[in-house]
């Protein structure tokens, strides 16, 4: 079986652009979550959805917004990009809302 | 605000020894679940331990969950050069449990 998987990879923009970060769960798993990491730092909570509701959001400004899709795929969007948003973006998907999260590969996000 | 912190946030250990690291949170945890990083790559899911005062054993790793289900350590023993990586222990929020908060890390450096 796939695992959770994000595209793209790696993404280069610069400040005051958006962007759109994407994610495809394990079939069959309901929840997805989306932390930020920092190099050096654990990830940061900043948003879960389970069957395309928002449960749970953390401390970041409304530039950031995601939605879930009927197939369970996701996307980040963040816009109004700053310096301090340079990060590796994770996409976690799991069963349901307290069980073990599966990460996918991350995107590469560098704003200059 | 609830923290989860770790300690030490380095070490660099000879092949063949012991290596441990300890996560405190600031608040109960209902839950606390532990997490491998390898340098370039994205977090992996190792254990959750749900009960106060669990102790559960992975061959050479032993996780505990303390009395109070504030703390919690990893315990590696006869570490090898395949154990380098990041190792974060992350909690959910009490206010949420969807929300998971994750630790500082402790990052593992094995001398063969």
């Known amino acids: 079986d796939a695992g959770v998987t994000q595209s793209p990879t790696h993404l280069i923009k610069t400040r005051g652009q958006h962007v759109t970060l994407r994610c495809s769960p394990i079939s069959g798993h309901k929840s997805v979550s989306w932390y930020q990491q920092v190099l050096g730092q654990g990830p940061q909570f900043i948003f879960q959805y389970y069957e395309k509701e928002e449960r749970g959001r953390g401390n970041f400004p409304d530039r950031f917004s995601a939605r879930q899709f009927p197939n369970y795929s996701s996307e980040l969007n963040v816009n109004a990009l700053l310096l301090g948003d340079s990060a590796l973006y994770l996409c976690?998907?799991?069963?349901?809302?307290?069980?073990?999260?599966?990460f996918g590969p991350g995107t590469r996000l560098t704003v200059l | 605000g609830q923290q989860v912190m770790q300690i030490p946030q380095y070490q660099h250990v000879q092949e063949g020894e012991d290596f441990t690291t300890y996560c405190n949170s600031s608040t109960t945890l209902s839950n606390i679940q532990w997490y491998k990083q390898r340098p370039g790559g994205h977090p992996v899911f190792l254990i959750q331990l749900v009960k106060s005062g669990e102790v559960k054993k992975q061959k050479r790793l032993t996780f505990q969950f303390g009395e109070a289900k504030k703390n919690s350590s990893l315990h590696i023993t006869a570490t090898q050069t395949t154990d380098v990586g990041t190792y974060f222990c992350?909690?959910?929020?009490?206010?949420?449990?969807?929300?998971?908060?994750f630790g500082s890390g402790t990052r593992l450096l094995v001398r063969p």
């Open positions: 976690a998907s799991s069963l349901g809302n307290y069980n073990e999260q599966f």
């Open positions: 992350a909690g959910p929020r009490l206010d949420s449990s969807y929300k998971l908060i």
